[in-house]
């Protein structure tokens, strides 16, 4: 099955300071690579998304990075805000296997004042 | 539109018994997951249905576990004499056509089970 390991575990940054997430996975058939955001006590919701035939993906202030061939993807959140505090899930899924996800181990995001 | 739901919030039950877990997915949609949330780890893949099969039940921990999904909407993960080891947040995720797709899956709140 697929190895999937998030680093670093955590990051505290300032406010208006970049974040990076990296991802890495085992499965090379992965060909879905999204971003979940879970807020204490709150459901995972999907922040962004990349399909394998795109290397880059940004979306306001979050953008996603994809090398396939080194197997790891890394999600970028620039000029980051309090409300940016959460655990952040990466989940590389193959789409063939009914994309069911697999989650990575989290990434415990804190945004200080 | 309204998202998924899951009923109860919170089920505390005792060790031996038997516990169903409700799943209301999204309107139309056709894919349906079940995973489950231990402390300070990534929701873990238990079981997915696309209609009202189990198109791939490989997740689930054992044979105490079971879901149904008779009409293809509603689902129900059944848990039989029940453990302490059970103790998580069970989530239930839909997505509009599932299999070999990359449709978003949304998920619920989720149930926090608690065996004591």
């Known amino acids: 099955g697929e190895n999937v390991e998030q680093h670093p575990s955590t990051l505290s940054v300032q406010e208006g300071d970049s974040a990076v997430i990296k991802c890495t996975y085992s499965d090379s058939a992965s060909n879905y690579f999204p971003w979940y955001k879970q807020e204490l006590g709150k459901r995972p919701q999907l922040i962004i998304d990349?399909?394998?035939?795109?290397g880059e993906k940004k979306d306001q202030r979050i953008a996603v990075t994809l090398n396939k061939t080194a197997k790891h993807f890394s999600l970028h959140i620039t000029e980051t805000q309090p409300e940016d505090s959460a655990v952040y899930f990466c989940a590389p899924t193959f789409t063939g296997g009914g994309n069911k996800l697999t989650f990575g181990t989290g990434t415990q995001l804190k945004v200080e004042l | 539109g309204a998202g998924v739901s899951q009923t109860p919030s919170n089920k505390v039950t005792e060790k031996g018994k038997y516990v169903e877990l409700r799943c209301d997915p999204i309107?139309?949609?056709?894919?349906l997951y079940w995973y489950r949330q231990s402390l300070g780890q990534g929701p873990e893949f238990l079981i997915y249905?696309?209609?009202?099969?189990?198109?791939?039940d490989s997740g689930l921990p054992n044979d105490r576990f079971f879901a149904v999904r008779p009409e293809g909407s509603v689902s129900t993960l059944k848990i039989q004499r029940t453990e302490r080891g059970d103790s998580a947040v069970y989530l239930c995720?839909?997505?509009?056509?599932?299999?070999?797709?990359?449709?978003?899956?949304?998920f619920g709140p989720g149930t926090r089970l608690t065996v004591l």
């Open positions: 990349i399909r394998s035939n795109v």
């Open positions: 309107s139309g949609h056709t894919a």
């Open positions: 995720a839909s997505s509009l056509k599932g299999g070999a797709t990359t449709d978003t899956q949304y």
């Open positions: 249905f696309q209609g009202t099969g189990a198109a791939d």
